[in-house]
């Protein structure tokens, strides 16, 4: 590198400053601009933009705090970029400084500036300010509508996402590939077929069709509402496909469970030379797994690094399920060490995923270790390693783990009072079970649901309380399900309560009238008391509605 220039005239260090910003060597801006007694605007302007384009959003934050350190008043562009390094962060803290100064300096009205705010805050996950935005900006254009309804989609309100959409089509704005693209996923989340195919006729009328975003969006949300032959004449009518509409169309195939059409299709792309990658043998490996294939997705591992693929977080999450189904504690231990070789330890998702395959092939203690090594835990982690000891009966340490993972700051879902209640039925932990539940929509603001009235019913039941557990779900505010009654109806066996079991079976067989093993365990009731005339009843019963139970088989 030749040596650096200093005490240059400012203009032509301006001139020096943007020719090393445009070539990308942010090193030699950066001396150019300390070499500056007194930076204008302009320069500022040069660098944070500089920054922010070049993929260093922490460096562009830092130069916007010493514009307004020194008192500098930022224009648009200034705020333009520090908004998107604000949304390449997903800094709130930022974000709301930068929209702040938007405001104080006077540009909150620009369309520009108010659309890069909308989208910040859309990256942030936070609808109400982006709509705040939104709101405030007086000429909304294509990007500011698209914005907005893309940011409902992104944070997980699909039916708002697609009102935005209607509401700017309502006001006479065209929307772009970019609009279609982004609005389509909430058809897909919503399942709103008709509301898709509203939007295809859009897309066929404005000559859309052949755009690659649209058309991978549009056999997403056709596979989505399980409309797959639709979903292929989209694909197959393409006249260019890329990768990722291939990769489309197979998870596609797998997710309506046509299990052999995707195994074909993959053969087909490799067959005609289609540029594999990541998402390819991701789509196929957890296609394998999610419908029951679990050897053949371990096979397609093999071949994946066979052929030099590194398998990643999303192939490590999706095929350690394979493990758990096999109780393959071996490979599951295998997969544990690629992911410490490859650094993947700290992603979250994967070790969660680990805590709970080795809580699954009954390894706790090593589940309860790689939890304790987790640098970061959210809601999802904890509620894995509560479930994890409620599973192998470990009631008062599930307990425990939640009294924890509420210090933590963590906030309990319905899936962690699931786990605890669940806990506290294997442990016959009766009382604080009934604390846990009236806890939840008194202090945690969780409406129970189906699940949670079944595990109190079951931690009624396994404690021998059936008088208790009866009169608990007759006070149910929702219609008790199979799990409720199925709950009563297996202590009943227990404590040989033969009245309870009557009224629990009695509800079961209108509920689920095909299940032989409701039948089966009131006869097993009644023949443990020597009622065998009843027993003799129920065993004819079945055999009029046409109940056949499959018959047991052993490995040994």
Excluded at 253 to 271: I, V
Excluded at 313 to 338: D, F, N, W
Aim: some cysteine.
């Amino acid at each position: 590198m030749p040596p650096m220039p200093t005490c240059l005239p400012t203009p032509l260090s301006l001139k020096l400053i943007k020719a090393s910003c445009t070539s990308g060597d942010l090193q030699r801006a950066r001396h150019l601009f300390d070499q500056i007694p007194k930076p204008d605007l302009r320069t500022w302007t040069i660098l944070i933009s500089a920054y922010t384009q070049h993929g260093f959003p922490k460096e562009s934050l830092k130069l916007y705090t010493l514009v307004r350190e020194q008192e500098i008043s930022p224009d648009r562009l200034v705020l333009l970029s520090a908004a998107k390094a604000c949304a390449t962060l997903g800094n709130i803290v930022k974000a709301k400084e930068v929209h702040d100064d938007a405001i104080r300096f006077g540009f909150h009205s620009d369309t520009l500036l108010g659309n890069a705010l909308i989208d910040m805050y859309a990256k942030c996950k936070c609808v109400e300010d982006a709509r705040r935005v939104f709101d405030c900006v007086p000429l909304k254009d294509v990007i500011s509508w698209t914005s907005l309804s893309s940011c409902y989609v992104t944070c997980g309100l699909p039916r708002q996402g697609l009102e935005a959409f209607r509401e700017m089509v309502l006001n006479g704005v065209r929307p772009n590939v970019v609009t279609v693209s982004s609005i389509l996923p909430a058809c897909s989340e919503l399942k709103t077929l008709n509301s898709g195919r509203e939007i295809h006729g859009f897309v066929v009328k404005h000559g859309m069709g052949e755009n690659l975003f649209v058309c991978s969006a549009l056999v997403s949300m056709y596979a989505s509402c399980l409309s797959i032959r639709q979903a292929q004449l989209v694909f197959y009518n393409m006249s260019r496909r890329d990768s990722v509409l291939w990769n489309v169309i197979l998870t596609a195939y797998f997710f309506n469970k046509e299990c052999e059409k995707g195994l074909a299709l993959f053969c087909q792309m490799r067959n005609e030379g289609v540029k594999l990658n990541d998402a390819s043998w991701n789509a196929v490996i957890g296609g394998c797994i999610e419908n029951g294939r679990t050897e053949q997705a371990l096979g397609m591992l093999g071949q994946m690094q066979d052929l030099g693929f590194k398998p990643n977080q999303i192939t490590i999450t999706s095929v350690l399920p394979a493990c758990t189904s096999l109780e393959s504690l071996r490979m599951g231990k295998e997969i544990h060490g690629y992911v410490y070789r490859h650094l993947f330890i700290e992603d979250l998702t994967t070790t969660t995923a680990l805590v709970f395959m080795y809580a699954k092939c009954g390894d706790l203690e090593i589940s309860q270790r790689v939890f304790n090594m987790m640098l970061r835990k959210d809601t999802v982690a904890w509620n894995t390693i509560i479930i994890a000891n409620s599973m192998h009966g470990k009631g008062e340490e599930a307990l425990s783990l939640f009294k924890k993972m509420l210090d933590s700051g963590a906030k309990p879902n319905s899936v962690t009072f699931t786990g605890v209640l669940s806990g506290c039925s294997h442990s016959q932990l009766v009382d604080k079970g009934l604390l846990i539940f009236d806890s939840m929509s008194r202090d945690y603001s969780t409406k129970p649901d189906a699940d949670h009235y079944s595990c109190m019913v079951d931690v009624l039941s396994r404690a021998g309380r059936l008088e208790e557990a009866y009169e608990f779900i007759q006070r149910m505010p929702i219609e008790p399900t199979a799990s409720a009654w199925g709950a009563l109806l297996s202590a009943c066996r227990v404590h040989k309560n033969v009245e309870l079991a009557k009224i629990a079976a009695r509800k079961l067989f209108e509920i689920e009238p095909d299940n032989p093993g409701n039948y089966v365990l009131l006869s097993n009731i009644f023949s443990t008391v020597k009622l065998w005339d009843e027993a003799s009843e129920i065993r004819k019963l079945m055999r009029d509605r046409g109940v056949i139970k499959e018959a047991g088989c052993s490995w040994v």
